[in-house]
């Protein structure tokens, strides 16, 4: 690929993504429509949870169902992070919880996106050892049952309020309503699609690779592929560890989205949340993944009209969409960049419509 | 060429080689013929580090390569067609072989080598697109074969290359085997089918119960009257 190409797609990726972000929150970044944003950010880290679900469920055939262990640790990692080191690390930041400028947010959420990427990480590569020695239904249950731990650890580690809810460190003040120091607001449309979209390039690079096709063959008969010369360990344990990263750093852009992190985010019901997006959108493809998370974190607000019955309806479209497409949305097909490139803009064209500013 | 040392593998508690040794040198064909279950895919396995040996040791060109791991097995040239080809049959026919060469680097020597697999197996060539898994029998052991010599292996493992294919199929097989050693890979193959296996091998192994009870030129064993009676049903 020629070299202005390249830099071109990554200046092209950037230009959306703060047009994204400057149309939703405008220049002061005080009042926008927070529904839209909300929507929108669960779409991108739906996107970022199911893509990176995909290089280990996808790609290497490996069945976790732990997936939302990952994203608490990303989570509770970052959010302890910027508490606790708020004084040293970042004392430009606001305490307050109010709105951060995006450049301001920069470096900062880049430490805590690390924090919680590499945190999650040396976990995921603690849970991908057994995967070298079980296979199927047995490793669901294990990284189910690493879920199950994660959650039970942090509900009693005190520092980080996990029995209830964290909300940052009390400190004294004179103004009870600062009595603590909020977890900063720092992450916004911008950040969170900027990680979506490396996630995908991510992705992408590596299915269309050497490594791609040595995740497959991993996924298809192991023994085949060992008998190829390829390490099928150092795949599959190699898919955990990216896995786990692309998902902590979720987790540290979630809890810097909420203003307070509770234990109840991280039920195992969300583990199985992302694990239908993979197989809805079609095993292994990075496209029909990365759409059917956004349409599964659209659809229940589209079908906000009709109330109660959603409940109804929601699953109901999800049996019939198994039924006729079993094989998930894109089976293992993958659309094209001309496409994709459409699909982009035609999500920016649905967001430029006037937001109504509260 | 090749060299085992008292080779002894357990599944668990069960033995499936007890202290099994032979010898292959450059250039031949040499068939491990023998009943179901006498060790003979095991023995393929032990020298591509498939499954461990407890003791004993494998030789390949001079270098031990006991217990290694089976990519860089891979990597010293020796090339394993398993049992039951275990071709992927989600990928298509070009990726299988892509798949092949996969500890290889040198993109000029993988498409010569492409070039040369489609010449052996013309089949392969029409179906390149297409899912392995669509493919038939006989043409499912000619990937594997396919894929197997991708790696460019000096030594070809080949695990029951006739296994339910029709006879003239068979005979094609065996065919590519002699052409396949004739272009200068030394090749061990594993065969029931003890009359085709030693009609185109230069020396057999007979293994039974994890042991080798017999080892001789395949024209003797061809002609032996206990071989007959056991293996070749006259």
């Not at chain 1, 190409?5 to 959306?16: Q, Y």
């Not at chain 1, 039970?152 to 909300?167: C, E, H, P, Q, Y």
Request: aromatic share 8%; charged share 15%.
């Amino acid at each position: 690929m020629p070299l202005w190409k390249r830099f071109g797609g990554i200046a092209l990726v950037f230009g959306l993504l703060l047009l994204l972000d400057h149309l939703l929150y405008g220049p002061s970044r005080v009042a926008h429509d927070q529904y839209k944003e909300d929507v929108l950010i669960r779409c991108g880290l739906a996107i970022i949870l199911a893509v990176s679900l995909n290089i280990v469920n996808g790609f290497t055939g490996q069945f976790s169902l732990g997936h939302i262990g990952f994203y608490m640790v990303g989570a509770y990692v970052g959010a302890a992070l910027s508490t606790y080191g708020h004084t040293h690390l970042f004392p430009q930041l606001p305490t307050d919880g109010s709105p951060v400028g995006l450049w301001t947010s920069a470096l900062p959420i880049l430490a805590v996106s690390l924090a919680g990427g590499l945190a999650a990480a040396a976990i995921g590569f603690l849970v991908g050892l057994p995967s070298l020695r079980l296979r199927g239904d047995y490793l669901a249950i294990i990284t189910l049952g690493f879920a199950q731990i994660i959650l039970v650890i942090v509900r009693n580690i005190k520092a980080v309020d996990g029995a209830t809810s964290f909300t940052g460190l009390p400190v004294a003040s004179q103004d009870q309503a600062l009595a603590h120091v909020a977890t900063p607001h720092l992450t916004s449309l911008f950040w969170v699609f900027l990680v979506a979209a490396l996630v995908i390039w991510v992705a992408y690079s590596l299915r269309f690779s050497v490594h791609g096709l040595a995740f497959l063959a991993v996924r298809e008969d192991e023994i085949a592929a060992e008998a190829m010369g390829i390490n099928t360990t150092r795949y599959k344990v190699l898919a955990f560890v990216l896995s786990a990263f692309f998902t902590g750093i979720a987790g540290a852009l979630f809890a810097h989205y909420q203003s307070s992190l509770s234990n109840e985010s991280f039920r195992f019901e969300r583990s199985i949340d992302v694990v239908v997006m993979v197989v809805l959108g079609g095993l292994g493809s990075i496209s029909g993944v990365t759409i059917a998370a956004v349409l599964l974190t659209i659809l229940p607000e589209a079908l906000r009209p009709i109330a109660q019955y959603r409940l109804v309806v929601y699953p109901l479209l999800l049996v019939i969409l198994m039924l006729t497409r079993p094989q998930g949305i894109f089976g293992r097909e993958e659309v094209s960049r001309a496409w994709l490139r459409g699909q982009l803009t035609s999500i920016a064209g649905w967001f430029s419509r006037r937001p109504d500013r509260v | 060429m090749l060299i085992l040392e008292n080779i002894e593998v357990s599944y668990g508690p069960i033995k499936a080689l007890k202290s099994v040794s032979l010898e292959i040198a450059a250039g031949e064909i040499v068939t491990l013929i023998g009943a179901n279950g006498a060790g003979k895919s095991t023995t393929l396995r032990a020298i591509s580090g498939l499954v461990p040996s407890q003791s004993g040791r494998i030789l390949f060109e001079g270098k031990e390569i006991t217990n290694k791991p089976a990519d860089q097995i891979v990597q010293l040239g020796v090339g394993h067609s398993p049992e039951g080809r275990r071709i992927f049959a989600n990928m298509s026919v070009r990726e299988n072989l892509e798949l092949g060469a996969y500890t290889r680097r040198d993109r000029a020597g993988i498409a010569e080598d492409l070039e040369r697999g489609l010449t052996l197996f013309p089949r392969l060539r029409e179906r390149i697109g297409q899912n392995a898994g669509t493919l038939s029998g006989g043409e499912q052991q000619m990937l594997a074969m396919a894929r197997a010599l991708m790696a460019r292996p000096r030594l070809l493992l080949l695990d029951e290359p006739s296994l339910g294919l029709a006879p003239f199929l068979v005979r094609d097989i065996f065919r590519i085997i002699q052409d396949i050693n004739q272009q200068g890979t030394t090749v061990l193959l594993v065969e029931q089918n003890a009359h085709l296996a030693l009609g185109i091998a230069h020396r057999g192994y007979v293994l039974e119960t994890g042991h080798i009870v017999m080892a001789d030129e395949a024209k003797a064993l061809l002609a032996n009257d206990d071989i007959k009676k056991a293996y070749l049903g006259e």
